[in-house]
């Protein structure tokens, strides 16, 4: 009979057990805390070695440790092997021997352990006394009831004893055989586990040879860096740069950085020490200086490595080096090329932004003219004829807006706002502006809406203005006889999700375009006849078409026939306004009631501009200086409409609302008059209280239709007659010729030129200030001053760093470089105007 083995198991360089024989898979148990497996990794021993009686972890039962230990090349231990032997196999063969009824026999090890007895040998066994200095002993003897009156019979007693060294013997050789033979099927079976584990790592070899790549370990604070082989690769490096052992690539960490592009060192550094502190990964792009001098682009990741369980500290670093030069070189051409595409792209927009705002200015002289011509005479040939020229002017003004609108469409910054609109006078209004030039071709024009047609719908007047224009405007360029028919009705695709569509149909009986360009129409600077451009165009039209037809959520297709003509159908969404009483947003100042207006504005000439547009159209104004001022008029006096600037001293404009609404319970229109009328304003100014907003530079249609519209409904409403050029984000002329004619006109020439002496002095003051001060408080609040003014006489591009400086956008030297330029250009204009 072999001795009990009880199991077997296999335990990692870490003491976590790997395979155990009584159970698959093996529990997790760590047995570093075992003598055995102490004996071997601490004081290395590397032979068999039998340990002192444990109790079993899992069963309770006690067993001696039997071991044997696993090294590297390196002599580092990488796992031990152990057996369980339990004594019971030694009582149960004591039990079988024939023994006097009264005579025991006991197995003792390190003196006070009774490691197997037979029946009679318990415990506290008498004879342990007699064993001192000795660790494991066999004891046979009587019982002690018995001893005296008995002698020893020293024969048996010895035949006994040998006999149980004999199977102690006996048993351990047959454990190691076993543990010899079960060693060799580990052995076996660790060889086909190492020939796959090599095959795989040649294949993992290979890809990271394919992809350039390399990992590395270091251990923080050494000078060894240790490198897969892929390192040859991927730095093009001999490996004379390198220590081979055991497969692996060894470099001193301070060479290693030298190879790293100079300016870049110091950021690897800094890299590898605030992985090494936050226990974060990290990873950067660096270079990389080949042998032969070539910069290299490499991507460096690093990682910690948290060893032997300690959690607070990082021991290693682990990482990969990628070599990426060719998709970083890639990258960087597209880059240049995005950028040159975007350079022409905004040049092309600043010429066509440049020319349609030099357009302006002889179309403000022609319509002031006309103006004159509809104020002197009564005659209706006259009148006729100026009233077409006045609908020609403004078509044309919009369409030189819309052209410069390009350049937001293009760069998203267009955005739509939609209001109630009624659609059939709307339409038959914008058709009818056509009517002399379909005239005088003997063409005939109609205009047919539909009556299933809601009265008002939502949208926006400017985007269906510019469309229609366009299209008509093609039809007529392109008809020589027959007619153009615009026709407008309700539509529901046939197999759509049901949605109402307003569908706007323009039709002609032109020349056609053929099949083969139907498809580039719509694109930018496209012409059917593109060898005559003088005769059609810039080519822009229907690109612009498409673009506002995309930002109404619809869309735009032709059908066209040579020698028939074309139709164009835009379809956008239809829906019918809740309020169908608002008129559509007015282009010309209406006339209006006598009103009591109240304006409070801390820049004198925002004031009196005010006052001058206001009080030429028959109203009553009075002006002060803050919002304290208003709060007190209006609680003396009763006013119709009052105008408020939103940034005042003492009191500003959202306080000075405030206290007319809540303390003095009033509730007469409040309109706001900011330079910082953005869009993202408006909400926050409506939610507040105001009425309406009237932005900076004023027009004076916008400011008399938006006191009309106040006037007819007391409804919240935007002015929509002029177009906040004062917006950071939206690149202003430097200088707005109609503006600053405007307030010419409006002030004299007198007025005008104090009001200038007035800006001069400011400009001067907040120079002086930024240069000695920087961006203070003080000089903000003077730059926004500044700001309003500057707007108000047409310099946009003064206006603009002024807002830039409230804001402190940038820095102050680059501020006041630019606040410098303006002030040059501020003299030039002024030294020419007079």
Known sequence: ERPAIRSIWIAGSDGRMRVYSDRFPA????????????????????????????????????????SFPAFDEEGNLIGVVAAAFEPSFFESYINELDICQTCSIGLLVNRDNLVAGSLGAGEPFEARDLTVGANDLTVVSHASSDTLGFWWDSQRIA???????????????LMTGLFNFRRAQSVDRLSDENRALNLSNDH??????????????????????????????????????????????????????????????????????????????????????????????????????????????????????????????????????????????????????????????????????????????????????AEAIDRAGENLLSLVNDVISVSQLESGEFKLHTVPLLIKPFLEDLVESFRPLASQ??????????????????????????????????????????????????????????????????????????????????????????????????????????????????????????????VFTVLIPLVEAENSTLEQPATKARAMPEQRVLIADDVEENREILKMILSNHGHRVKTVQNGAEAVDSVRQQGFDI????????????????????NDLHKQMPIVAITANALEEQQTVYQEAGFDAIIPKPFRAAGVLNTIASLIDSH????????????????????????????????????????????????????????????????VKSHAHKLAGSAANFGFSGLSKTCLEIELSGRNDAELLDELVEQRKLFKTVLAHQA
């Open 27 to 66: 529990p997790d148990l760590n047995v570093s805390d075992r003598e055995y497996y102490f004996i071997h990794r601490q004081q290395g021993i590397s032979d068999l070695y039998v340990g002192d009686l444990l109790p079993g972890r899992f069963t309770g039962v006690r067993y001696f440790p039997i």
């Open 204 to 385: 993992f070899e290979r890809a990271q040879n394919a992809a350039r790549l390399t990992h590395w370990r270091w251990k923080v604070g050494s000078d060894k860096v240790i490198w897969s082989p892929g390192v040859i690769i991927t730095f093009g490096f001999d490996t004379d740069n390198f220590v081979k052992e055991h497969g692996q690539f060894i470099s001193n960490f301070g060479e290693m950085i030298t190879r790293i592009h100079v300016e870049d060192q110091d950021q690897l550094r800094a890299m590898l020490s605030r992985v090494s502190t936050t226990k974060q990964p990290e990873s950067k792009l660096f270079r990389v200086v080949a042998p032969g001098g070539e910069v290299r682009f490499v991507m460096v990741e690093a990682e910690p490595n948290i060893r032997n369980g300690k959690a607070n500290e990082v021991t290693e670093l682990f990482g990969i080096v990628q070599d990426v030069t060719e998709k970083h070189e890639a990258q960087l051409a597209l880059s240049k090329a995005k950028d040159m595409a975007d350079t022409a792209n905004t040049a092309k927009t600043m010429f066509l932004a440049t020319v349609s705002h030099d357009i302006r200015t002889p179309l403000n002289i022609i319509s002031n003219m006309n103006d004159m011509i509809l104020n002197a005479t009564d005659d209706p040939g006259i009148r006729s004829y």
């Open 441 to 566: 071709k003997g063409i005939a024009l109609i205009c047919s809406v539909d009556e299933t047609v809601p009265q008002s719908i939502q949208a926006d007047p400017k985007v269906i203005r510019q469309i229609v224009f366009n299209l008509v405007g093609n039809a007529l360029k392109f008809t020589k006889y027959g007619s153009v028919t615009v026709t407008a009705q309700p539509y529901v695709e046939p197999n759509g999700n049901g949605e109402r569509l307003l569908r706007i149909v323009v039709r002609d009986t032109g020349k056609g375009i053929p099949a083969t360009e139907l498809q580039a129409i719509f694109e930018r600077f496209m012409q059917v006849d593109a060898h005559t451009p003088d005769a059609y165009g810039s080519g822009l039209g229907l690109y612009i078409c498409r673009s506002l037809v995309d930002l109404h959520g619809g869309t735009i297709t032709c059908r066209s026939s040579v020698g028939i003509g074309s």
């Open 642 to 661: 009052v105008l408020l600037d939103i940034r005042m001293p003492v009191m500003d404009g959202m306080k000075a609302l405030a206290a007319i609404r």
């Open 715 to 778: 409804q919240p409403v935007m002015e929509t007659g002029s177009d906040p050029v004062m917006a950071i984000d939206a690149p202003p002329s430097a200088f707005d010729k109609d503006l600053f004619g405007q307030a010419l006109d409006v002030l004299g020439r007198e007025k005008f030129r104090e009001s200038m002496e007035l800006v001069e002095h400011d400009l001067n003051q907040l120079e002086a200030d930024l240069v000695t001060h920087g961006v203070t408080e003080d």
């Open 159 to 173: 035949m006994l004893v040998a006999m149980a060294v004999v199977m102690l013997v006996s048993a351990l050789a």
